[in-house]
């Protein structure tokens, strides 16, 4: 039996809209599953706990955005039930990087194919990041695109939107990271990602070598630039150019501790779950995934 998890309000409507189709299909098919709706923040990691030992359940299937992904994950990780992916939201960098296809039914298929590989995830805070983490400008833009409407009719174009909302506003600070053992200081720093994926707001390949099955995670500094030349080197962020700019600086690491002055916001998996500082411990092959 397959266990689904619909986000009915991502997408602005388009979760409930996709599981309609997927509902028919099923019924068509005669294949045995469960559905719940998602009521709040934090249920849907609720839902997926609460099924992840259970023997008749062979998967669970998040229909949703990123933020789904995160939440149902998070009621996934270090069981051995698999999680599954059909995308209904704004960014859908999870389905980008795992090459999901955008078409619900072609995503169907292949949760049906049911074939199982394990990824890392990473504990931060009391939760875990599935793909992707981000700190300062990143963070308040994930929140910016949370509270914002337009992603009604910008879809992946939300976040270059959201992010030029917040280059307005946006003060760098002043960060200490400590990589392995390892202290780095970023005056003037705009943002940190953490990542175990290449890509998230849109497909932006902020980290291009990461790779979730590497025992390791990927990070990317930005400091020490204007307001007018974070702007000129943003749009290199889309073809991952962006890493070659003296004022970037990459590194790869499994237990990550920072600290900024003021404090910024953190969000993982495009969700906002607080402030630095932050401490962030790589949890290899703890996430099966379709």
Same mark, same amino acid.
């Given at each position: 039996?397959?266990?689904?998890?619909?986000?009915?309000?991502?997408?602005?409507?388009?979760?409930?809209?996709?599981?309609?189709?997927?509902?028919?299909?099923?019924?068509?098919?005669?294949?045995?599953?469960? @559905?719940?709706?998602?009521?709040?923040? =934090?249920?849907?990691?609720?839902?997926?706990?609460?099924?992840? +030992?259970?023997? &008749?359940?062979? $998967?669970?299937? $998040?229909?949703?955005?990123?933020?789904?992904?995160?939440?149902?994950?998070?009621?996934? @990780?270090?069981?051995?039930?698999?999680?599954?992916?059909?995308?209904?939201?704004?960014?859908?960098?999870?389905?980008?990087?795992?090459?999901?296809? +955008? &078409?619900?039914?072609?995503?169907? &298929?292949?949760?049906?194919?049911?074939? @199982?590989?394990?990824?890392?995830?990473?504990?931060?805070?009391?939760?875990?990041?599935?793909?992707?983490?981000?700190?300062?400008?990143?963070?308040?833009?994930?929140?910016?695109?949370?509270?914002?409407?337009?992603?009604?009719?910008?879809? =992946?174009? @939300?976040?270059?939107?959201? $992010?030029?909302?917040?280059?307005?506003?946006?003060?760098?600070?002043?960060?200490?990271?400590?990589?392995?053992?390892?202290?780095?200081?970023?005056?003037?720093?705009?943002?940190?990602?953490?990542?175990?994926?290449?890509?998230?707001?849109?497909?932006?390949?902020?980290?291009?070598?990461?790779? &979730?099955?590497?025992?390791?995670?990927?990070?990317?500094?930005?400091?020490?630039?204007?307001?007018?030349?974070?702007?000129?080197?943003?749009?290199?962020?889309? =073809?991952?150019?962006?890493?070659?700019?003296?004022?970037?600086?990459?590194?790869?690491? =499994? +237990?990550?501790?920072?600290?900024?002055?003021?404090?910024? +916001?953190?969000?993982?998996?495009?969700?906002?779950?607080?402030?630095?500082?932050?401490?962030?411990?790589?949890?290899?092959?703890?996430?099966?995934?379709?």
């Amino acid at each position: 039996m397959h266990q689904f998890i619909v986000n009915p309000l991502s997408g602005n409507g388009r979760g409930i809209r996709v599981w309609s189709r997927i509902k028919t299909i099923l019924e068509q098919r005669s294949i045995p599953h469960q @559905v719940a709706f998602t009521q709040g923040n =934090k249920h849907a990691t609720e839902l997926a706990r609460s099924v992840s +030992t259970r023997p &008749d359940i062979k $998967a669970v299937v $998040a229909v949703g955005g990123d933020g789904t992904v995160h939440e149902v994950g998070n009621g996934l @990780v270090g069981s051995d039930k698999p999680l599954g992916y059909i995308q209904a939201g704004s960014g859908n960098d999870f389905a980008i990087a795992q090459g999901i296809p +955008t &078409d619900p039914l072609q995503a169907f &298929d292949r949760v049906l194919q049911h074939r @199982v590989r394990r990824i890392d995830t990473a504990k931060l805070h009391e939760r875990f990041l599935i793909g992707f983490s981000g700190i300062g400008f990143d963070g308040l833009v994930a929140e910016t695109v949370n509270l914002s409407s337009a992603k009604r009719w910008l879809g =992946k174009m @939300v976040y270059p939107y959201a $992010a030029l909302q917040t280059w307005v506003k946006f003060r760098p600070a002043h960060a200490t990271l400590t990589i392995d053992g390892e202290m780095y200081s970023f005056p003037d720093l705009w943002l940190i990602a953490v990542t175990n994926i290449p890509n998230y707001g849109g497909g932006m390949l902020v980290c291009p070598e990461a790779d &979730d099955q590497d025992g390791s995670l990927d990070i990317c500094c930005v400091s020490r630039l204007s307001h007018g030349r974070f702007l000129k080197v943003f749009p290199s962020v889309f =073809k991952g150019k962006h890493a070659r700019h003296p004022s970037i600086t990459m590194k790869r690491g =499994k +237990t990550i501790t920072i600290q900024t002055d003021p404090p910024l +916001t953190v969000h993982a998996d495009g969700e906002v779950i607080g402030q630095t500082p932050l401490s962030i411990q790589i949890q290899p092959q703890s996430l099966s995934i379709l």
